[in-house]
């Protein structure tokens, strides 16, 4: 019902002809590790691939992501027909919540009043304003969350990646990559298997969580002169595999 509900208020964003547009919730913020969802936005773009990233940030302990992609080039959007125009025009955009959907932003902006968080945190991170044409990347943060994901993405249908998120944040752990459910429109779900052991920390991917350090890292790899950590790879590469229906 709430799902139904918030997909009947949600603005909608027109995707170009050509592949899904990548959703990226961004809700968390980078706390220890540099947030890496950005460098996945713009690999993505690179390709081809339109990424629309939405959410909201209101976490005094964490990062702002939409700090790290003012820094990075990818201001928020006003509304939703300007995100459209951002991705005819250069394959990404960034809308805050309340662009999208209003009365969800007032529902997610009571948790530093009440302390905890709710069930909208949840229903964020599944919002499409472009049923059809969209891929969902679903990063959950518990594991429980994982199984009960997948039991509503398998019903709900569509395609999207669910996978154990990094701080919160939609990319996989540079320093261990999870698991990666991948559900195509045809309701095949094939899951890549995630790395075993710890996650030991990477040398070319310091802790450095401020906006300008982080920023720096991810032009770094982008121009190549800081290799991509091969988990965001595997994940972009199954993204780009999702977009195009392969």
Same mark, same amino acid.
């Given at each position: 019902?709430?799902?139904?509900?918030?997909?009947?208020?949600t603005?909608?964003?027109a995707?170009?002809?050509?592949?899904?547009?990548?959703?990226?919730?961004?809700?968390?913020?980078?706390?220890?590790?540099?947030? !890496?969802?950005? /460098?996945?936005? +713009? =690999?993505?773009? $690179?390709?081809?691939?339109? %990424?629309?990233?939405? @959410?909201?940030?209101?976490?005094?302990?964490?990062?702002?992501?939409?700090e790290?992609?003012?820094?990075?080039?990818i201001?928020?959007?006003?509304?939703a027909a300007s995100?459209?125009?951002?991705?005819?025009?250069?394959?990404?955009?960034?809308?805050p919540?309340?662009?999208? !959907?209003?009365? /969800?932003d007032? +529902? =997610?902006?009571? $948790?530093p009043?009440?302390? %905890?968080?709710?069930? @909208?945190?949840?229903?964020?991170?599944?919002?499409?304003p472009?049923?059809?044409?969209?891929?969902?990347?679903?990063?959950?943060?518990?594991p429980?969350?994982?199984?009960?994901?997948?039991?509503?993405?398998?019903?709900?249908?569509?395609?999207?990646?669910?996978m154990?998120?990094?701080?919160?944040?939609?990319?996989?752990?540079?320093?261990r990559?999870?698991a990666?459910?991948?559900y195509?429109?045809?309701?095949?779900?094939?899951?890549l298997?995630?790395?075993?052991?710890?996650?030991?920390?990477?040398?070319?991917?310091?802790?450095?969580?401020?906006?300008?350090?982080?920023?720096?890292?991810?032009?770094?790899?982008?121009?190549?002169?800081?290799?991509?950590p091969d988990?965001?790879?595997?994940?972009?590469?199954?993204?780009?595999?999702l977009?195009?229906?392969?």
């Amino acid at each position: 019902g709430f799902k139904r509900a918030m997909d009947a208020r949600t603005a909608q964003v027109a995707v170009p002809d050509g592949p899904r547009c990548v959703l990226l919730p961004s809700y968390n913020g980078a706390r220890r590790q540099p947030n !890496l969802m950005p /460098l996945v936005a +713009l =690999l993505l773009a $690179r390709e081809g691939v339109p %990424v629309l990233i939405q @959410g909201r940030h209101d976490f005094d302990s964490r990062v702002s992501p939409f700090e790290l992609l003012a820094a990075l080039g990818i201001p928020l959007r006003a509304d939703a027909a300007s995100a459209s125009a951002a991705l005819a025009s250069h394959k990404i955009a960034a809308l805050p919540l309340d662009a999208l !959907l209003p009365g /969800l932003d007032r +529902l =997610l902006a009571l $948790r530093p009043r009440l302390g %905890v968080r709710n069930s @909208g945190h949840t229903l964020a991170k599944l919002l499409d304003p472009m049923p059809g044409r969209s891929v969902r990347v679903v990063a959950v943060t518990h594991p429980e969350y994982l199984v009960r994901m997948d039991e509503f993405l398998r019903v709900d249908g569509g395609c999207a990646m669910l996978m154990r998120g990094t701080e919160g944040e939609g990319y996989a752990n540079p320093r261990r990559r999870p698991a990666l459910a991948l559900y195509d429109a045809s309701g095949t779900v094939n899951t890549l298997d995630g790395e075993g052991g710890g996650a030991p920390p990477n040398p070319q991917v310091p802790d450095l969580p401020d906006v300008a350090g982080n920023a720096q890292l991810i032009r770094a790899m982008l121009e190549g002169t800081t290799p991509v950590p091969d988990p965001i790879r595997v994940q972009v590469d199954a993204l780009i595999r999702l977009a195009h229906g392969d």
